[in-house]
């Protein structure tokens, strides 16, 4: 059900399923831009797969992502 191209360049990088709420998928763009992609994007895109998944453990870069995610909301 792709019915949108999902961004050019765009990395999704997917935290583990113990960080946060389990589920979140962020969106880094060339340009250095973070946030959390939201569950009509993913759909929109045809829920591509992420490029990386955050391997448990490795909190802090989930931790990060997230602070960002948090500030450009805030």
């Known amino acids: ?3 949108h191209p999902i961004p050019e360049n765009l990395i999704l990088v ?3 399923t113990a960080q946060g ?3 979140e ?3 880094i763009w060339p340009s250095g831009y973070v946030r959390q ?3 009509a994007e993913h759909e929109a895109w045809g829920y591509p797969d992420a490029h990386r ?3 448990y453990g490795q909190d802090e870069e989930f931790l990060q ?3 960002y995610d948090r500030a450009l909301r805030a």
Request: hydrophobic residues 45%; without cysteine; charged residues 15%.
């Open 1 to 3: 059900m792709n019915t």
């Open 14 to 16: 997917k935290g583990d």
């Open 21 to 23: 709420a389990g589920n």
């Open 25 to 27: 998928l962020f969106g």
């Open 37 to 39: 992609i939201t569950p």
């Open 53 to 55: 998944e955050i391997p």
């Open 65 to 67: 992502l997230a602070a």
